[in-house]
């Protein structure tokens, strides 16, 4: 169930591959609405500071695109598939607490059950947001594929899913990401 205690105006789930620019969108989408109308929620927040938690780990060196996190990730998703199973909410919740911003935008929507858990929660409030790029332009931002990573649920979950409510493509063209951008502004601007 959702918190009662802030309770947003507009919930975007934001998806994509690794190095499609989901972090990149999200932050523009914040930039251009404003810190105090706008949060960026990060699913992967308090899964990684649980798992640092619970293994020893600087959980700062966690959040950064480093290779501190790379060499744990393929164990991070793997326990926090475990923790999911037992509960496919339990992220969710945690992620949302305290916020109080109208506007959320959670980065890292990376499964159906997470998607499931925010209609739940909030219904008509959910829009899905998929931010898509070629590998060309993934690779060009450091990707490189990675087996038991790159073809696990956490990168694979929404691949086959249909209707996403905006569609953000997200190759290299400023002009053509500024467009979308500022038609996803206005839209978020009508819902306050």
């Known amino acids: 169930m959702a918190p009662q205690a802030g309770a947003p105006r507009l919930v975007l789930l934001l998806s994509g591959k690794r190095k499609s620019g989901k972090d990149f969108v999200a932050e523009a989408l914040r930039s251009r609405l404003g810190a105090d109308v706008c949060a960026v929620l990060r699913l992967s927040g308090p899964l990684k500071e649980q798992y640092a938690r619970e293994h020893g780990l600087d959980f700062e060196r ?28 339990f992220f ?16 890292d929507t990376r499964r159906v059950s997470d998607i499931q858990w925010f209609r739940e929660a909030y219904g008509a409030l959910t829009r899905t947001v998929r931010v898509v790029a070629p590998e060309q332009s ?22 086959d899913l249909e209707g ?18 500022q038609s996803l502004v206005a839209f978020v601007r009508s819902r306050l």
Not at 62 to 88: F, H, N, V
Not at 92 to 107: D, N, T, Y
Not at 138 to 159: H, I, M
């Open 138 to 159: 993934r690779r060009q931002r450091g990707w490189v594929f990675t087996p038991g990573v790159d073809d696990a649920e956490s990168e694979c979950g929404l691949d």
């Open 62 to 89: 966690l959040l950064d695109a480093s290779t501190y996190k790379e060499a744990y990730r393929r164990d991070m998703i793997r326990w926090g598939e475990e923790k999911r199973q037992a509960d496919p909410g």
């Open 92 to 107: 969710c919740r945690k992620v949302v607490e305290g916020i109080s911003q109208p506007v959320w935008l959670v980065s």
């Open 164 to 181: 996403f409510d905006w569609v953000v493509e997200n190759h290299g063209d400023a002009g053509h990401l500024e467009e979308q951008l």
